[in-house]
């Protein structure tokens, strides 16, 4: 019976002594690394709104600064255009994305110029598990999934100025 106790005894110790604290600390972690992107985020989208282009150099130092956070991030673009028909009163929006977007920045190596009036959102979620999702796997024997919220930023171009 002594034996099972300091079994038992040693379990709730490492327990208690360095699973919660990891756990504690890789969700601190996991806090700040999500605001940091959320402000790369910000930062990118009011760019891109303030000056009316997404150049190559500007998406290049997005994914960099990204990288900073050492996980996998996907990124979705889109930009919503209206155009009005004056002379049935009518008005459209078309909607350009991630895919074209990038042929025109990346591969033709020009802007993609936005408009004023133009709406562009900026989405971006983590691929990669951190160690806070892996431990709680373990920890959960696989039965709880943590939720991954892609971080959403957009908002009306403002000015064209190039």
Known sequence: MKSF????EFIITVVLLFLVPVLFFSYEREILMQGYVQSQVIYFTDCIRNTG???ENTYKEFKRQLAVSKHVYEIEMAVYETYKNTGTKESFVFGTYTDSILETVLNKKS??????????????????KTL???MLHVLTIGRKEVENIPLQYGGMVRDECF
């Open 53 to 55: 282009y997404i150049s």
């Open 111 to 128: 802007w993609y110029i936005l408009h004023q009036g133009d709406f562009l959102r900026v989405s971006v979620r983590r691929k990669d």
């Open 132 to 134: 806070l999702e892996r």
């Open 5 to 8: 106790s300091f079994v038992a």
